[in-house]
């Protein structure tokens, strides 16, 4: 157990629905990274927060948005969702702000039909 | 653009064999390169890392050998056994700067008993 809570394990949802994905990084890890894990593409980085304020961004697309709240938590949001979004979403925390070792949650599996 | 890239995707091997899998990036501002694996139904986890300023790093059978002129780094694993069939992934990030962690694309392994 990594200590990084996600939720919901499962979700099923239809195209250009709005979904919300929430992520409890583990006690003390002020870092919170949002990946997305597809099979053809891997493990691809979407957004890094620290202690509530955005510190890096990749390919996250503009119909994507995520923020960390004061208690740490973090949500991720995707809206008008299409087909291809379906994938894995996985949370991690790091106590630092630079990516040294990531504690990754179990993920969050989004089937978009 | 795949940062890290990574081969092979898959890889089979008989138990007590090698596991060689190989990594290589282009951006030479990386210095922190870590191996994760992932069970099926888990997130990743780290296995091992290297920092660019040793060649090789041993934690029991899982060794990183690490070229920084060819900019190639590879994870061996030796005497493998059914309990390492996963997927594993290699990454890399800059201590400064950036904050994210890049990963490629992964390797499912198998162990055959």
């Known amino acids: 157990d990594s200590g990084v809570t996600q939720t919901p394990k499962h979700l099923i949802t239809a195209t250009g629905q709005r979904v919300t994905l929430r992520c409890s990084p583990r006690s003390g890890d002020l870092s919170v990274y949002w990946y997305q894990q597809s099979l053809d593409q891997g493990l691809q980085f979407l957004i890094q927060y620290y202690n509530g304020e955005e510190r890096a961004k990749g390919n996250i697309l503009e119909r994507f948005s995520a923020q960390q709240f004061p208690d740490l938590h973090s949500e991720l949001n995707l809206s008008s969702l299409e087909l291809g979004d379906s994938a894995l979403y996985f949370c991690a925390s790091s106590p630092r702000v630079a990516a040294g070792e990531l504690f990754f949650g179990e993920g969050s599996r989004l089937t978009v039909l | 653009q795949q940062q890290v890239k990574q081969s092979p995707q898959s890889l089979i091997v008989q138990k007590g064999g090698i596991s060689i899998i190989n990594c290589a990036y282009e951006?030479?501002?990386?210095?922190?390169f870590p191996w994760y694996q992932q069970f099926p139904g888990k997130g990743p986890a780290l296995l091992i890392a290297i920092r660019p300023d040793v060649s090789e790093k041993k934690e029991g059978r899982f060794t990183i050998s690490f070229n920084k002129s060819a900019k190639q780094f590879s994870l061996h694993i030796m005497d493998s056994q059914p309990g390492d069939s996963a997927t594993y992934f290699c990454a890399a990030s800059m201590q400064t700067g950036a904050n994210n962690l890049f990963f490629g694309t992964g390797t499912r392994l198998t162990v055959i008993p």
């Open positions: 951006n030479t501002a990386f210095d922190y």
